[in-house]
């Protein structure tokens, strides 16, 4: 299956900037996907991320607080903006594995926001 | 809608002991249903799927899991639990074209 390299594993942020988590892939994939884990909580998609598309934001998510790249087949980025402690999280991006039932995840960016 | 629940925030089991963490759900149609490990500071691993065939499927690190079409369920086993395998366990389902549902995950604590 395909790896995903996800960067940066963790950071501690001050409210009120912008953090940039990437995701690249080791073979080019159509849709990437992001999650967000909340502390305590189980995964919630944030968006999709199509290649030359913009990304499709799932319900409570919004492209002024998430901005996603999807600038070729085996890259993304996913920005979380003006954040605030509310921010803190895990997040994860992932695709489609290569039998396209399940999912393939990166190793996750655990922010904390101060 | 679809739904996952995993009835069981902490699951403690000795470890050699056999280990069930539950999964139910509820999707329209026929489910893919999966499980996921995630171990502290790391992502979610994939442990084993259920799409179509054989109701018992067999999974990584000696884990399986019955589908149960007729209690909707999909529980994950394992006959002797080690104490490696404490960790927070993901079951997910997918309706055919849909997105993944998350379930709300179950800690396993293995105790030596």
């Known amino acids: 299956s395909a790896v995903i390299s996800q960067k940066p594993s963790r950071d501690i942020c001050q409210r009120g900037t912008s953090l940039t988590i990437q995701c690249q892939v080791d073979?080019?994939?159509?849709?990437m996907f992001w999650y967000r884990q909340q502390p305590g909580q189980s995964l919630t998609l944030i968006a999709t991320a199509n290649q030359g598309s913009e990304a499709t934001y799932e319900s409570g998510f919004v492209i002024d607080k998430f901005p996603i790249s999807r600038p070729n087949l085996t890259f993304s980025t996913l920005t979380v903006s003006n954040m605030s402690p509310e921010d803190s999280s895990i997040y994860l991006c992932?695709?489609?594995?290569?039998?396209?039932?399940?999912?393939?995840f990166g190793s996750g960016t655990r922010l904390t926001v101060v | 809608a679809q739904s996952v629940a995993q009835p069981e925030d902490q699951v403690n089991v000795a470890e050699g002991n056999p280990l069930t963490v539950k999964c139910t759900y509820s999707v329209s149609g026929n489910p893919y249903l999966f499980w996921y490990v995630q171990y502290p500071n790391r992502g979610l691993q994939f442990l084993l799927k259920y799409i179509t065939g054989d109701n018992l499927v067999k999974g990584s690190y000696g884990f399986e899991a019955e589908f149960n079409k007729s209690q909707t369920s999909f529980h994950l086993k394992k006959p002797s639990a080690l104490v490696s395998d404490s960790a927070l366990y993901f079951c997910a389902v997918r309706g055919h074209g849909q997105n993944f549902v998350f379930g709300p995950g179950t800690r396993l604590s293995v105790l030596p």
């Open positions: 992932s695709l489609l594995s290569r039998d396209r039932y399940g999912y393939t």
């Open positions: 073979s080019q994939v159509t849709m």
